[in-house]
């Protein structure tokens, strides 16, 4: 900041007394309209040496006839239509002179707003996000495809290289004892033993049916990790082993009149 010369600081000086003088002659009938704060401004303004006469004459007579037009119309004083604010940089500072009313000003007398801070960059993202779905065709109608070709082909080879013995005739007057079902029929034939045949051959299979049903309604958590799916594999593996248990039971403990006995004292009594 530079140096203000003298001659601007007497010329300062003069026009302070005189627009002291101009305003004690002019404070009696503006003293009652205008408020006590807006005579602050104007002895900052006074007391600066460093402002020109000729912008603190101006202040002042905008400041006197601002008084005079709210006093003869109190509605443009409260929330008229302001005059054009002018600013002048002088040796550093600035002066505002102008006709309306003073602006609402925040800490330091600062007029700014900060409404809020954006970080740079694009509006809309353009990074892809990871997708964990896939359509069905043909990512698993192909694999499914050629599962189906390898089990048929394996099932023609087997086939072709191993024979598969057949039992004689059957004879109707020679029944043989103990009469098995095939072994994927054990468990009811085994449960026909225990229970009544309607509860036995209708309610309980009906009801597993219906619970395995009801399976991924009751359980729809996406993940297929399996400590994260407890019910579900405790639910399939009760029914493994309802069905296993009947099925061992019927196939290797069970002899002559379909009677309960031991294997490694009665024999087995089944065949593939």
């Not at 905008?62 to 002048?88: I, L, R, Y």
């Not at 925040?106 to 353009?126: C, E, M, W």
Request: aromatic letters at 8%.
């Amino acid at each position: 900041m530079t140096e203000v010369p003298e001659h601007l600081l007497k010329r300062a000086q003069a026009a302070k007394e005189k627009a002291a003088a101009k305003a004690a002659e002019s404070a009696a009938p503006a003293e009652s309209a205008a408020p006590a704060e807006s005579a602050a401004p104007a002895e900052a303004a006074a007391s600066d040496s460093r402002i020109p006469a000729h912008l603190l004459a101006r202040s002042q007579a905008a400041k006197s006839k601002q008084a005079v037009t709210a006093e003869a119309d109190p509605s443009t004083a409260a929330g008229g239509t302001a005059t054009a604010v002018v600013t002048a940089p002088v040796g550093g500072a600035v002066v505002v002179a102008g006709g309306g009313p003073p602006l609402a000003a925040g800490p330091g007398g600062h007029t700014q707003r900060l409404l809020t801070v954006v970080k740079s960059g694009s509006i809309q993202d353009v990074k892809a996000k990871p997708q964990d779905k896939v359509h069905v065709w043909p990512h698993l109608l192909v694999v499914e495809f050629v599962a189906a070709l390898v089990c048929t082909a394996f099932l023609f080879i087997f086939s072709w290289l191993v024979n598969a013995p057949l039992l004689e005739l059957a004879n109707f007057n020679q029944t043989p004892n103990p009469s098995k079902a095939p072994w994927y029929f054990l468990g009811l034939q085994e449960l026909l033993t225990m229970f009544h045949p309607m509860v036995a051959g209708v309610t309980i299979p009906g009801m597993g049916i219906f619970l395995l049903i009801l399976a991924p309604y009751m359980d729809k958590n996406p993940s297929k990790r399996p400590e994260d799916r407890k019910f579900a594999i405790a639910l399939m593996t009760v029914h493994l082993m309802f069905w296993g248990v009947l099925v061992t039971i019927g196939s290797f403990f069970r002899g002559p009149g379909f009677l309960f006995t031991l294997p490694w004292t009665g024999g087995v009594f089944f065949e593939l």
